[in-house]
């Protein structure tokens, strides 16, 4: 019997400049400066379960809180202002109730291709371009 095939990264590259791009500036002078902490969890369950994307709910907003040391309303807080911003898209998060963006995408497919895995995607969430799949 073959093994599932694996969907999340062990590892993901990270702009060394992060913590200063605009976006992340605005959320931590909204959210405070535990927000980065939140942001970095974020990003850590999102490619390290499902690739590209994390179902939002109160599992994982407890999760997230739990990594970075907040509470689940500053988490909770922290989402709501990188919704607003478009940091993540609104528009999945509406739909779907999942945290991703096209830019989470694109690194996510990037990565998978470079590594020669097979690419599975849910159609109905997929906000990056054909390019970075096939």
Same mark, same amino acid.
């Given at each position: 019997?073959?093994?599932?095939?694996?969907? $999340?990264?062990?590892?993901?590259?990270?702009?060394?400049?992060?913590?200063?791009?605009?976006?992340?500036?605005?959320?931590?002078?909204?959210?405070?400066?535990? =927000?980065?902490?939140?942001?970095? #969890?974020? /990003?850590?369950?999102?490619?390290?379960?499902?690739?590209?994307?994390?179902?939002?709910?109160?599992? &994982?907003?407890?999760?997230?809180?739990?990594? $970075?040391?907040?509470?689940? =309303?500053?988490?909770?807080?922290?989402?709501?202002?990188?919704?607003?911003? &478009?940091? /993540?898209?609104? =528009?999945?998060?509406?739909?779907?109730?999942?945290? %991703? #963006?096209?830019?989470?995408?694109?690194?996510?497919? %990037?990565?998978?291709?470079? =590594?020669?895995?097979?690419?599975?995607? &849910?159609?109905?969430?997929?906000?990056?371009?054909?390019?970075?799949?096939?």
């Amino acid at each position: 019997m073959a093994r599932p095939r694996k969907v $999340s990264l062990d590892y993901y590259p990270m702009d060394v400049d992060f913590l200063l791009q605009f976006p992340v500036r605005r959320i931590m002078r909204r959210c405070g400066a535990e =927000s980065q902490a939140v942001l970095l #969890s974020l /990003f850590g369950h999102i490619y390290g379960t499902n690739g590209y994307y994390l179902e939002w709910n109160d599992a &994982n907003a407890l999760f997230v809180g739990e990594d $970075s040391y907040v509470d689940e =309303s500053k988490v909770q807080e922290v989402v709501k202002e990188a919704l607003e911003i &478009n940091f /993540f898209d609104k =528009s999945m998060f509406d739909a779907h109730r999942i945290l %991703t #963006s096209k830019a989470i995408q694109e690194q996510y497919f %990037t990565i998978v291709k470079q =590594s020669r895995r097979k690419i599975q995607y &849910n159609p109905a969430y997929l906000l990056a371009n054909q390019e970075f799949i096939s």
